[in-house]
């Protein structure tokens, strides 16, 4: 197992709630980045993420989160564990998504309870 150094990070999470006309629509959040690192990937660390992500939402008075992930994602199973259901699907090209390969992408929502 890899060890953790004090500066070292197993993963992020980037959220934006809509609390104003931001471009997120009102009352919803939207996970902008979810990230864990390779080493610790399949040990419940995204979960939790998510599930901290949600616990802030609420707590911000949002009544749903939601975000894009890829198709290709292996990730998408996860959301879908923890509750979130596709709600469209996507083809499209901006640089960085050309450039990586990924042009197909799914906005998956969960309602908040």
């Known amino acids: 197992m890899p060890q953790l ?8 999470l980037w959220l934006n709630c ?3 006309d931001e471009g997120t629509p009102q009352g919803k959040c939207y996970v902008d980045h979810i990230a864990v690192d390779a080493r610790f990937r399949g040990r419940g660390i995204g979960k939790v993420l998510l599930e901290m992500a949600e616990i802030d939402a609420k707590r911000r008075g949002c009544r749903a989160i939601y975000l894009w992930v890829a198709t ?4 998408q199973h996860l959301y879908e564990r923890q509750g979130y259901r596709k709600m469209e699907q996507y083809s499209l090209c901006g640089l960085l998504w050309c450039q990586t390969g990924e042009k197909e992408f799914a906005r998956m929502e969960k309602i908040l309870m």
């Open 18 to 20: 809509g609390l104003s």
């Open 5 to 12: 150094g004090c500066r070292d990070s197993i993963g992020f």
């Open 72 to 75: 290709s994602n292996r990730a």
